[in-house]
């Protein structure tokens, strides 16, 4: 994960640390080369332009910090505002006050949708709550079948849904099923396509009517980059979301997507896929995120 951007980072930050003191010139240098490793990492180049322009607004004006030296007080200036492009401050599930929530996943097939169903039951368990999956993409019976191995395999209950349920009834049957089951947060696993489609919206928009979830996610894979985050801008358009989840950041060097999400569609990146397994799901934080990527 972002291991391109630091690398070029680092030895941005080395040659300003090596200066004694910093000038406009040597400021402005440090900045087209951190403006470079942006772009090189698939970061949105509206996004970058914006972020390097604070930056150097800040460090020209650079409050004289005594503690740091002029190198390190622009890389402080660096992570501020890299943390602040990334939305500043973890965002949480908002599952409402309720004695129930629901979160609804959507996004396009094979951007990890069902995986990150049994990744988050797994994690709202670990958070006290008593999760209930509910498979809703009746076009895929492979996928129904893929969510309730998935509930077997965690232990996790799983809606009993058939291919030839509507999805709009799926939902409203398994709102029952789990307050009969005790539970208290439905995850709807919902149906993606290929490609982005007025049929498949539509259907969201009318689930999302009838079952008003507490979140709505999401579920886009970190590797297409600049894809992800246009992705992220349409169903957002239509749905809008309370959030994205980025999968399969593990295998990601560039970190474009994640780094840009939240300045382009103004949506929280939640939660971070850093793996296959069930577990490989971990809260988004921008100022741990900054961090890691300046070393
Ligand atoms: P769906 O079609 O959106 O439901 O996608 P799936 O959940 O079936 O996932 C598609 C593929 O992506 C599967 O092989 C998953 O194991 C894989 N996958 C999902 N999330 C991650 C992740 O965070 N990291 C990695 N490496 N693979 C992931």
Do not use: W
């Not at 995850?187 to 999302?208: F, I």
Request: hydrophobic letters at 40%; proline letters at 4%.
């Amino acid at each position: 994960m972002f291991e391109n951007l630091s690398d070029r980072l680092d030895s941005v930050f080395k040659k300003l640390k090596g200066h004694g003191t910093l000038n406009e010139k040597n400021i402005e240098e440090g900045l087209k080369q951190v403006r470079m490793a942006l772009l090189e990492a698939d970061v949105n180049y509206k996004v970058a332009k914006n972020v390097i322009s604070d930056i150097k607004t800040r460090a020209l004006g650079q409050e004289v910090m005594e503690s740091l030296t002029p190198g390190q007080q622009v890389i402080k200036i660096v992570y501020d505002e890299f943390t602040r492009m990334m939305g500043s401050k973890h965002q949480a599930l908002d599952l409402g006050t309720g004695s129930s929530g629901s979160i609804m996943l959507v996004g396009l097939q094979g951007s990890g949708k069902t995986t990150t169903a049994g990744k988050l039951g797994l994690y709202l368990r670990k958070q006290g709550r008593t999760p209930f999956l509910v498979p809703v993409d009746v076009y895929r019976p492979a996928a129904i079948d893929q969510l309730k191995k998935i509930g077997t395999q965690l232990d996790l209950p799983v809606f009993d849904s058939t291919p030839d349920m509507k999805p709009l009834k799926i939902c409203q049957d398994a709102q029952i099923a789990a307050r009969e089951q005790g539970c208290d947060t439905l995850v709807y696993d919902t149906a993606g396509r290929l490609h982005m489609d007025d049929t498949l919206m539509a259907e969201l928009e009318t689930l999302k009517k009838g079952v008003s979830p507490s979140e709505i996610l999401l579920v886009a894979d970190a590797m297409t980059g600049q894809d992800a985050v246009n992705i992220a801008g349409s169903f957002d358009q239509r749905l809008d979301l309370t959030g994205v989840v980025l999968t399969k950041m593990d295998g990601d060097a560039r970190g474009g997507a994640a780094l840009s999400i939240k300045a382009v569609t103004g949506k929280p990146l939640k939660f971070i896929g850093v793996g296959e397994k069930f577990t490989g799901l971990e809260p988004f934080h921008p100022d741990r995120m900054a961090s890691k990527i300046l070393g």
